[in-house]
């Protein structure tokens, strides 16, 4: 048979996994499989075509335009995850009922204390790729998951396997993205008043009552409160969980290294390293996430204020009917880019003065061994000592938060904001240096960047 190119056109998708038959004029009648076969094999598609789409072509049951071809999609391999005795209580917002909200969040602030020899975390291995093949034939490289390497945190160990982290002390357990830790419990039966004032603890504190106007609450673990939060500060070496919400009239702030969940936000600052949950509204206030803010439990709003998160926001509803000013920030935030350079300096810093403290300490023991150190010079060698301890602890802090930036910044290419109702007008959505503002009301839809440029689709 003659040449097919003047009737047939070959479409084949940017990741070279699907192939679609297009026609420019009426198919000959005298087309066999054979010729269908052998033109895709001249343009190069050799796998995954489908031999009973190409007879249906020629038996004239199907019309073109048709997919005739399918690739293997190559799978990434899952990389190793820490579970944590807490997994039960952390479960995805995503997944949690309407109505449920009041009830799952109780269950995040009753969070049982632990007994020492607990295992309070556990290593789940990474999974292997799996390659793809193109139509074309080729195979498609995949990435194996990552491995990760547990570490100790308060108070907790790591098993001789390397794979479980076990509690040292009878306390209640605070988690990490990546370290486990048990701190004893400061716990207050009731309001925080001036008969208790401002707390400043080592370990997870918990409020049964509400924290009012101008209170200070600052913990190394997680702080937990029953009630209302006012405008108060609080800070928190790992996570925030506030039952009844926040009303803070702009003022005051809650700033946590971990997560934080509550009920509602009303004029508050707030701001996490780890994922922020709100299950009912956020209204004019100032939040910020380096991870994911989730707002999509029951009416799940947000209206007004300034919202910024490093990887994705999920949302019921964006804005209002009335047109309140609303601004979302999704990705690169001012605080991560601050805290990198913050980072690298103190690494910098830090090896410069391993650097400099090992040559002292060296020459110091040089001059040990050939002879006897005076009491001067045995105090110095303890302070080069304790600063090189220092020193190195630093280092190693520096090069684990600049490790976790890195992912983070891996991370940008899917950012994106989830409409899972309605985004009213005069909501501006920020995607880095990009910008747009929505002037019409759009319902269930997914914003992300696609070649630099904000586009939607319909979820």
Same mark, same amino acid.
């Given at each position: 048979m003659d040449s097919l190119n003047e009737v047939l056109l070959i479409e084949v998708d940017n990741d070279a996994l699907e192939v679609t038959l297009k026609q420019n004029l009426s198919l000959p009648e005298e087309l066999k499989l054979e010729d269908l076969t052998l033109f895709l094999e001249e343009h190069g598609i050799v796998y995954g075509i489908s031999k009973e789409t190409l007879e249906k072509i020629v038996s004239k049951e199907i019309s073109l335009p048709v997919t005739v071809a399918q690739g293997e999609k190559p799978k990434h391999g899952i990389d190793a995850c820490l579970w944590t005795v807490l997994e039960g209580f952390k479960g995805d917002s995503t997944e949690v009922t309407p109505g449920d909200d009041d009830k799952n969040l109780k269950q995040v602030i009753n969070i049982p204390s632990v007994t020492a020899g607990t295992i309070v975390g556990k290593k789940i291995n990474p999974t292997p790729?799996?390659?793809g093949v193109s139509v074309y034939g080729e195979e498609i490289k995949a990435r194996p998951g990552k491995d990760l390497k547990l570490r100790p945190g308060k108070n907790t160990r790591i098993s001789d396997g390397g794979m479980e982290i076990i509690s040292m002390i009878d306390g209640q357990v605070s988690v990490e993205p990546k370290v486990v830790h048990v701190y004893p419990i400061f716990e207050v039966n009731g309001n925080l008043d001036l008969?208790?004032?401002?707390?400043?603890?080592?370990?997870?504190?918990? #409020?049964?009552?509400?924290?009012?106007?101008?209170?200070? +609450?600052? @913990?190394? $673990? &997680? *702080?937990? /409160?029953?009630? !209302?939060?006012?405008?108060?500060?609080?800070?928190?070496?790992g996570s925030i969980y506030i039952h009844q919400g926040v009303v803070a009239q702009g003022k005051?702030?809650?700033?946590?290294?971990?997560? #934080?969940?509550?009920?509602?936000?009303?004029?508050?600052? +707030?701001? @996490?390293? $780890? &994922? *922020?949950? /709100?299950?009912? !509204?956020?209204?004019?206030?100032?939040?910020?996430?380096?991870?994911?803010?989730?707002?999509?439990?029951?009416?799940?709003?947000?209206?007004?204020?300034?919202?910024?998160a490093g990887v994705e926001i999920v949302v019921n509803e964006l804005g209002n009917h009335m047109s309140t000013p609303t601004e979302l920030y999704i990705g690169l935030s001012e605080s991560i880019v601050t805290a990198e350079k913050k980072y690298k300096i103190q690494l910098k810093e830090a090896r410069d003065d391993v650097q400099k403290l090992g040559v002292l300490l060296k020459r110091i023991v040089t001059k040990e061994a050939e002879g006897t150190l005076n009491a001067q010079e045995k105090i110095m060698k303890l302070r080069i000592r304790n600063s090189l301890f220092e020193s190195n602890k630093l280092m190693q802090?520096?090069?684990?938060?600049?490790?976790?930036?890195?992912?983070?910044?891996?991370?940008?290419?899917?950012?994106?904001?989830?409409?899972?109702?309605?985004?009213?007008?005069?909501?501006?959505?920020?995607?880095?240096?990009?910008?747009?503002?929505?002037?019409?009301?759009?319902?269930?839809?997914?914003?992300?960047?696609?070649?630099?440029?904000?586009?939607?689709?319909?979820?």
């Open positions: 790729e799996e390659k008969n208790v004032g401002n707390i400043d603890f080592v370990g997870n504190v918990n #409020i049964r009552g509400n924290v009012p106007s101008g209170f200070e +609450i600052k @913990a190394r $673990g &997680d *702080i937990r /409160v029953h009630g !209302s939060v006012e405008s108060a500060e609080l800070v928190s070496g005051g702030l809650i700033d946590a290294q971990g997560e #934080i969940k509550t009920s509602f936000l009303n004029q508050a600052n +707030i701001r @996490a390293k $780890g &994922d *922020i949950h /709100v299950s009912k !509204s956020i209204l004019h206030s100032k939040v910020e996430t380096q991870g994911r803010l989730f707002c999509n439990q029951g009416k799940g709003n947000i209206v007004g204020g300034s919202i910024s802090e520096a090069s684990e938060q600049l490790g976790e930036l890195e992912e983070f910044f891996a991370s940008q290419e899917d950012v994106k904001v989830k409409i899972q109702r309605t985004i009213y007008p005069n909501t501006v959505l920020n995607f880095g240096k990009y910008k747009r503002k929505i002037i019409s009301k759009h319902d269930h839809v997914l914003f992300r960047i696609e070649k630099s440029e904000i586009k939607f689709e319909t979820l």
